[in-house]
C-alpha cells in the first residue's frame, strides 16, 4: 500500500507540472471533457470498488474544499463518504502516533520456560508449586502463577493428572523384566489352518517362536510352557512377567508352570490388544515380510520358514527401539570410506529364496 501511494503522489506531482504552462480556456475545456468521460463510466458501472490507497488520495486532495463546492462535484462517491474517508485517515494516523507502551509482567525467558517444561515432563507427580520450589532452589526468580501459566499454555495436566501410571508407561518402565505371547493363525495353500505360538522380550525385542499345530489343545500349551521356561533358564533370562490374553488355550496348569519358574502371569483387557501391543506388532511384521509372501505347503514347510525368520529377526533385522541394533546382535562401528572409493564391497544373502535378505561387508 506505502509503494503505490508513493507511485501516485508521483504521478500526481507530474500532472500538475503539466497544468503549469496551460491556459485557463484549455483546463476548462479539459475539465468538461474529463466530467464527460465520468459521466459515461458512471452509466456503465454499477458500484464503483476503492482500495484503501484510492480513499487516501482523494480524501487528502478533496478535504480542503468547502462543503458546499464539495457537493458540487460531479464525484462517484457521495461527499460525505468522501469527509468519513478523512475522519479516517486522520483517526488512524493519531492512532498510530499514541499507541500505549506494553504494560504488565515482562515475558519470561525462553530457556526459564522451557525448564519449566523439562521438570514437568521428568517429574509427573509435581504440581506448580514444587516446580516452583524446584527453580527458586536454582537460584531462578519466576512467580509460582508464571510456572502454572506455562504449564496451562502447553497443555499440561494438573500433578494429580499426570501422576497416574498409564499402560505404556508401565511397559516402557518394566522392559527388562517382560514377557510377551500369543497365538496367530497361518494359511496353507490348501487353506488349512495352522497356529503358531511365539513369545517375544520387550526389553530385548528378541522372539522365540516355539511352535506350530494344526490343533493348539491345552496340553500342547503347557509343553511349549515348559520348553519356554528351559530356554529362558539357560539364556539366563530376567523376566519376572508374562503377558497373555485371555484365550481358553491358557489354562490355568499353564499359569501354575510359570508361576513355580517364577513368572507372573498377566492378562490382557477384554478385547484391549494393545495392552499386547509388542507381540500384536511382531505377528504384524511377520505377515508383512514373510507369510504375506510365501506360499506355504504344510506344517513342515511353515516350521522351517519360521525358524529362519527368527533367525533373520534375532541377528540381523534392525529394530528402531534398539538403535537400528539386531537383538542379538549390537550396532556396529561407523565405517569410514575414502572419499576415492567408488562402490563398497558389500554382499547380499538371501534366506527362502530372496524373501529375506542380508546386506554384509564382504571380508
Known amino acids: 500500500m506505502l509503494l503505490r501511494l508513493v507511485y501516485l503522489a508521483a504521478t500526481h506531482a507530474f500532472a500538475l507540472l503539466r497544468l503549469l504552462p496551460m491556459g485557463e480556456r484549455e483546463k476548462e475545456v479539459e475539465i468538461l471533457v474529463l466530467r464527460h468521460q465520468l459521466l459515461v463510466l458512471q452509466r456503465q458501472v454499477g458500484r464503483p470498488v476503492f482500495t484503501d490507497v484510492d480513499r487516501a488520495v482523494l480524501a487528502g486532495l478533496l478535504h480542503h474544499l468547502p462543503g458546499e463546492r464539495l457537493r458540487r462535484l460531479l464525484l462517484l462517491v457521495r461527499p460525505d463518504t468522501i469527509l468519513r474517508w478523512h475522519r479516517d485517515l486522520l483517526r488512524r494516523r493519531h492512532a498510530a502516533a499514541c499507541v500505549p507502551k506494553r504494560r504488565g509482567r515482562p515475558p519470561t525467558v525462553r530457556s526459564i520456560r522451557a525448564l519449566v517444561l523439562r521438570l514437568a515432563r521428568e517429574n509427573p507427580s509435581w504440581g506448580y508449586r514444587r516446580i516452583h520450589g524446584e527453580l ?9 502463577s508464571t510456572v502454572w501459566e506455562i504449564l496451562r499454555e502447553h497443555g499440561i495436566p494438573p500433578a494429580p493428572e499426570r ?9 516402557r518402565s518394566q522392559a527388562e523384566a517382560l514377557l510377551a505371547c500369543d497365538l496367530f493363525e497361518a494359511r496353507t495353500l490348501t487353506g488349512a489352518r495352522l ?9 530385548s525385542r528378541r522372539v522365540r517362536v516355539m511352535g506350530a499345530t494344526p490343533h493348539p489343545t491345552a496340553d500342547w500349551i503347557v509343553q511349549l ?24 488355550k491358557f489354562t490355568a496348569a499353564f499359569d501354575t508352570l510359570l508361576a513355580d519358574a517364577g513368572l507372573q502371569v498377566v492378562t490382557t483387557g477384554i478385547r484391549v490388544p494393545r495392552m499386547n501391543s509388542i507381540m500384536e506388532r511382531w505377528i504384524q511384521t511377520c505377515r508383512r515380510e514373510l507369510l504375506d ?17 527368527e533367525t533373520f529377526y534375532n541377528q540381523h533385522r534392525p529394530h528402531r527401539s534398539l538403535g537400528q541394533a539386531a537383538p542379538l546382535r549390537p550396532r556396529p562401528e561407523p565405517v569410514t570410506v575414502p572419499a576415492r572409493i567408488r562402490r563398497l564391497p558389500v554382499r547380499r544373502r538371501d534366506r527362502l529364496g530372496g524373501t529375506l535378505r542380508e546386506y554384509r561387508h564382504a571380508s
Open 163 to 171: 501422576n497416574s501410571t498409564t499402560w505404556a508407561d508401565f511397559l
Open 136 to 144: 527458586a532452589a536454582l537460584g531462578i526468580k519466576v512467580a509460582a
Open 293 to 309: 509372501r510365501t506360499l506355504i505347503w504344510d506344517q513342515r514347510h511353515l516350521r522351517h520358514v519360521l525358524r529362519e525368520f
Open 195 to 203: 497356529y503358531v505360538f511365539a513369545v517375544i522380550e520387550h526389553a
Open 225 to 248: 510352557g515348559r520348553n519356554l521356561v528351559m530356554d529362558l533358564e539357560e539364556a539366563g533370562s530376567k523376566a519376572r512377567f508374562l503377558i497373555r490374553d485371555r484365550d481358553s
